[in-house]
């Protein structure tokens, strides 16, 4: 926290010794994190002793910002009611800002008074003018940039707001959302953080730190995200497409029983499950791809997991054949296309009376022809997309429509015993499946996909 004493600013933080080196740490809301530090593009180098300890900056040393992941935290902070940042900031503070360092022994307790410049600086900031930033932050300038991002929006929104209210005849809407806004604004700014300081670190100290963090953080395996969702009360399309591509493995009669991967594939349970089963496909490339065909981005699967399902009658179109389904909680409709789709490329797609898209044996979960494998799935849902737009909805969940699409395209040779191989276990594969099978079915009307090498 930050106290005021004698019209200088306190930082409170609490020592901390790890592996015979220390820092402070400390707790501080976002609008108090903001008096004192800002994201900066340049790494702050070092100081001028000559030029009143001014931050010397090199264009050519930037941390540039990636904007996907700032566009997610203010998503994230915007649409989230329950948004939280447990992780620490980590920031450095150079010692010629520090007018006073206090440890009180009893307690561990570290007080640091710092220069009012530091303070000052930033309200240059904040009212539009050059200022200089004298604690620089080493890890979590993406979640600073995306909280200003934030703040930035909310203050705009009340200013339009505003705006409209006094020149409309009934402003009380106007007015009511003016309260809504003002209330997430300071639910935002009295945001809690875990902040930790390093005092005057040497830049190569800092590089170290940055890298330990980053380096070492583990990432969350996609199949787990998305059974999380799956454990939620809340509705979303996430945990709805997890229910349907569970449904789709669980059923005996389906094109895709006992063939996804699912998180916890390990458990005794889900070893005897599998036994008698091939689980090529992982839950999360069946969630992902599925997804794509509700929601309009990734940006919007984030946005999404907070709007009631009516949100997504907006917006529909071909490219989105999924999306006004789940919005008229129709979840059915899109089990019963998949699996009409799926079917009907395991009866079409055969060789020696044998399908194709089914493992002839159990006792091997290698895939033996490119339709069995994930690239394939890829391109043939890819193949059921451009289906969806040709066809009568009535007609979207039956069998042998679709077999009689397809089957334009089963001479198409799904072994390739050639060499080199026209379908390769590759990434270009997908878009060279799907330009095959889509020019066979409809011939030069079809759109191709770029192949990118």
Request: charged share 25%; net charge positive; glycine share 4%.
């Amino acid at each position: 926290m930050i106290m005021t004493r004698n019209n200088n600013h306190v930082l409170k933080t609490q020592r901390v010794s790890q592996n015979n080196q220390e820092f402070l740490l400390g707790v501080f809301c976002i609008e108090d994190i903001l008096k004192f530090t800002r994201y900066t593009e340049y790494t702050i180098l070092g100081f001028d002793e000559n030029n009143e300890n001014k931050p010397i900056t090199r264009e050519e040393v930037q941390r540039k910002l990636i904007p996907s992941k700032i566009n997610s935290i203010v998503d994230f902070l915007i649409h989230d009611p329950n948004a939280i940042f447990p992780t620490n900031l980590v920031i450095s503070i150079p010692n010629h800002v520090i007018i006073s360092q206090v440890e009180n022994e009893n307690t561990g307790i570290v007080e640091i008074t710092l220069d009012t410049k530091v303070f000052n600086e930033i309200n240059k900031i904040n009212n539009s003018s050059k200022g200089d930033i004298y604690l620089s932050i080493i890890d979590g300038q993406h979640r600073i940039k995306g909280i200003e991002n934030a703040i930035e929006y909310f203050k705009k929104e009340i200013t339009l707001n505003e705006n409209l209210s006094r020149t409309s005849k009934n402003n009380t809407q106007y007015q009511q959302s003016i309260l809504e806004l003002r209330k997430k604004l300071n639910i935002i700014n009295k945001i809690e953080l875990p902040v930790t300081f390093f005092i005057d670190p040497v830049l190569e100290y800092q590089a170290m730190i940055f890298s330990t963090i980053n380096r070492t953080q583990t990432k969350v395996p996609p199949d787990l995200v998305y059974s999380l969702f799956g454990l939620t009360k809340n509705d979303s399309p996430q945990k709805t497409v997890l229910s349907i591509v569970n449904t789709l493995n669980g059923r005996e009669n389906s094109p895709f029983y006992k063939r996804i991967r699912l998180a916890g594939s390990g458990s005794k349970e889900a070893i005897e499950f599998y036994s008698s089963g091939n689980p090529v496909l992982s839950q999360a490339t069946m969630v992902k791809s599925i997804l794509e065909l509700i929601c309009i981005s990734k940006r919007e699967e984030e946005i999404a997991r907070h709007q009631n399902r009516k949100y997504f009658l907006q917006n529909n179109t071909s490219e989105h054949p999924f999306r006004r389904y789940y919005a008229n909680d129709n979840d059915v409709r899109i089990i019963r296309i998949i699996f009409a789709f799926f079917s009907a490329v395991r009866n079409t797609f055969t060789y020696q009376n044998q399908s194709l898209w089914d493992f002839e044996t159990h006792d091997t979960r290698k895939p033996m022809n490119i339709l069995q494998t994930t690239l394939g799935f890829t391109a043939l849902l890819g193949i059921l997309k451009e289906t969806l737009k040709k066809i009568k909805e009535e007609d979207n969940d039956k069998i042998e429509v679709y077999e009689s699409i397809l089957s334009k395209a089963k001479d198409l040779d799904f072994i390739d015993n050639n060499s080199p191989k026209k379908y390769p276990y590759a990434s270009k594969t997908k878009s060279i499946l799907y330009n095959d099978i889509g020019e066979k079915i409809w011939g030069n009307s079809f759109e191709k996909r770029k192949i990118i090498e």
